[in-house]
């Protein structure tokens, strides 16, 4: 299984990264693409692993998606605010031109298994991957399987209570809910917020990133109580490119108030952590998805 190619696709809602490699997650070549419309981006991706002998593709896509193989559903992009990929078969779009095995899941479902086979969750078995960046999207596994129930976790979207002095407290970024997490600490919302600046140009304000890391901490806790992981890891633009990790770890113990009393979390350092594949995470999970695929 080791010497044969597969293929992984990271399809995301501004860029579409193809990629091969094997099963030991080395990625052998990458290419990304612009997401513009869904014919002409499924047209591409399909192409270029066309010619390239990969004997299955993983698939990890932007969301929210049917994952559920006994879905009607199954592949088809669902309720997104890219309108002209709502209900759009993405899997069906890809599988049928190659006609290989595919593995389908969900974006951020596949950085956490990338995490999980190759990087810092190696051996755990209850693991919450979140990624803050453009949006706000969590992959769950739970007793060593993703998460999945009648769709696919999203956590980005659980709700907050909003801190009083917040310019957009009540008025937060996502278009359908103004006070959840998504809302008030993704890109969208630090420009609403802060005169249309990025993450990354907040990071050396103490009184930004303080505002920030206590809505983290409140969502990680949420967290902790109801998925109960053994780590959990952070990732996406937001996440790596400011201190909000590091801050939330006071942040989820001041919001849990020492009501779980475990090993993991009398160490936070190395329970909430940043992500540890240097931005592959999400590729080599794809390429999980693909082995897992093939074998059946």
Known sequence: MDKVLLG???????????????ADGTVVESESF?????????????????????????IGAFGPTAVNPSSPRYGQILETPKTAWRYFDLLGNLQGPLGIP????????????GEVTFGCAQGLTDVVYLTIGTGVGAGVLSGGKLLHGMMHPEAGHIPLVPNPDDPIAGDGACPYHKNCLEGLIAGPAIAKRWNGKKGSQMADDPEAMDLLAGYLGQALATYIL?????????GGGVGDHTPIVQLARAKTAEALNNYIVTPEV???????VNNSLEGKQGVMGCLELARQALEG
């Not at 595919?102 to 298994?113: H, K, M, P, S």
């Not at 109801?226 to 952070?234: A, F």
């Open 226 to 234: 109801c998925y109960s992981p053994q780590r959990i890891i952070i």
């Open 266 to 272: 009398a160490d936070l350092d190395t329970y909430i």
């Open 8 to 22: 992984a696709l990271e399809a995301g809602g501004t860029k579409m990264v193809c990629a091969t490699g094997y």
């Open 102 to 113: 595919c593995g389908y899941d969900t974006d951020v479902n596949v950085a956490c298994l």
């Open 34 to 58: 612009p997401t513009t419309t869904p014919e002409e981006t499924t047209a591409t991706c399909a192409a270029w692993f066309k010619d390239k002998g990969i004997a299955a593709l993983g």
